[in-house]
């Protein structure tokens, strides 16, 4: 149980093409979503929380005109990186929870690479 | 604020021999979770092992096992009879109504 589906699991673009991640619960309901960005041997940087139907709560330093974050349902979570350059190449993780003391549960993860 | 401090950035086992990899948090709740992930070389963010602040008896999921200690805020996970597909990054994660990770432990298994 306790499944996370994240689509694409690698992206190669042109700079300035905006890229949509998907992620999605596929059988539990998340209250919650997350989205994480990962450099290289770091831990996970969160970036912003997202509860279905309400606007997502963004990090310190996040751009949230530069990362789109939608949670139509609670099942469904997505990610869009808009006008996209070199600098934003890298892998970005969800994870879904479905209650505050529970555990997160994550997608495989995407690897963004910007050309 | 709480934080959570693995301060291992790498380790090595040998192969079927016993690691403990460390892991202490800051924190004045007294109602909390603590959580082990694994992250192998694909990247996937896997759940090792949970621990309820509340519980005094260590988790224990196969191999992997826990020895939680509340009052000096660590808690740390044993991984008996290593294996190969044990190499891996290993974050401790701290949860009360937020998640927080640490910085990973890389472990290495010598066949």
């Known amino acids: 149980g306790a499944v996370v589906s994240q689509h694409p699991s690698w992206v190669i673009c042109k700079s300035g093409t905006s890229v949509k991640i998907e992620c999605r619960s596929l059988d539990f309901q998340a209250t919650t979503m997350f989205w994480y960005r990962q450099f290289p041997k770091q831990s996970l940087m969160l970036m912003a929380t997202s509860n279905e139907g309400s606007k997502a709560t963004y990090e310190q330093g996040v751009e949230k005109d530069k990362f789109l974050i939608n949670h139509a349902s609670l099942t469904l979570s997505t990610l869009t990186v808009t006008s996209a350059h070199p600098e934003d190449s890298s892998f970005y993780i969800c994870?879904?929870?479905?209650?505050?003391?529970?555990?997160?549960?994550f997608g495989d993860g995407t690897r963004l690479s910007i050309l | 604020a709480q934080t959570v401090t693995q301060s291992q950035p790498e380790m090595s086992v040998q192969e079927a021999e016993t690691v403990t990899l460390s892991c202490t948090y800051d924190?004045?709740?007294?109602?909390?979770?603590l959580f082990w992930y694994k992250q192998p070389p694909s990247r996937q963010m896997i759940l090792v092992i949970r621990?309820?602040?509340?519980?005094?008896q260590n988790a224990t999921e196969n191999r992997f096992s826990v020895n939680f200690q509340k009052a000096a805020k660590s808690f740390s996970l044993k991984i008996s009879d290593s294996q190969l597909g044990d190499a891996a990054m290993y974050f401790c994660a701290y949860n009360s109504n937020q998640f927080y990770f640490g910085t990973g432990t890389s472990l290495t298994v010598i066949p």
């Open positions: 621990q309820e602040a509340y519980k005094q």
């Open positions: 994870s879904a929870q479905t209650g505050k003391r529970q555990p997160q549960h």
């Open positions: 924190t004045s709740e007294s109602d909390y979770y």
